[in-house]
């Protein structure tokens, strides 16, 4: 069965304190990795897709990076308006029918000013 | 409009009501999903459309019902429900509902159910 495990839980950061973010994941045909922010009451907002171990994609602050196994997301110098859940989810390949997403649960991200 | 809109964004509803939610898609894409989220929950698929027809049931009760008049739109037909129903229900669109497609989501609607 195809699982995603997000870590921490949670995360608490001072304004400029630059940590990673972690997904692992178990999959049948790794078809991509995609990684989402989450506002409050908000839906997910689209961040990056990789596609093989080794790649690697960056916006602003936020750098993906994808191995075998996990991917991290890299948060440098991370400003409050940073603050969100960050979800990781998986496509795996299929027989038949879509290939969905699977989802973790996220790591919720706080930067404190 | 832009993106993936939905309503309405909050809605609470008794167990005995009949309620539906929308979803419009303005990115001209051919495939529309229906997710749930619940706390502490990862978010978790319901139905997936491709140019109007299901492609995939997850196995989701049947007080739920969805709709697909067109590629722009989605319907999510709500019938005695339960508390344990209550979420965020969201609803996404991709290009195709094939492998490396990024999905988009709208911002969801909020669903109490007394």
């Known amino acids: 069965e195809d699982q995603v495990t997000q870590s921490p839980e949670a995360l608490r950061l001072q304004e400029g304190e630059s940590s990673s973010l972690n997904c692992s994941y178990t999959v049948s045909g790794l078809r991509g990795l995609f990684w989402y922010r989450q506002d409050p009451g908000k839906g997910p907002e689209f961040l990056f897709t990789?596609?093989?171990a080794g790649e690697e994609k960056e916006k602003e602050r936020l750098k993906a990076t994808l191995t075998k196994k996990e991917s991290f997301l890299h948060i440098t110098a991370p400003k409050p308006e940073d603050s969100a859940t960050y979800l990781c989810a998986v496509q795996a390949g299929t027989q038949g029918g879509s290939e969905k997403l699977v989802f973790g649960k996220g790591t919720k991200l706080t930067v404190n000013p | 409009e832009t993106g993936v809109t939905q309503t309405p964004r909050h809605l609470v509803m008794g167990m005995t009501n009949k309620k539906s939610l929308k979803c419009e898609q303005h990115?001209?894409?051919?495939?529309m999903y229906w997710y749930k989220q619940s706390a502490k929950k990862p978010l978790e698929l319901m139905f997936v459309y491709s140019l109007e027809e299901r492609v995939e049931n997850n196995s989701v009760p049947s007080r739920f019902s969805p709709e697909c008049p067109n590629s722009s739109h989605l319907f999510l037909h709500l019938h005695t429900l339960q508390p344990e129903d209550s979420a965020l229900y969201l609803c996404?669109?991709?290009?195709?509902?094939?492998?490396?497609?990024?999905?988009?989501f709208g911002p969801g609607t909020r669903l109490t159910v007394l």
């Open positions: 990789l596609y093989s």
């Open positions: 996404a669109s991709s290009p195709t509902p094939g492998p490396y497609n990024e999905q988009f």
């Open positions: 990115l001209g894409h051919n495939a």
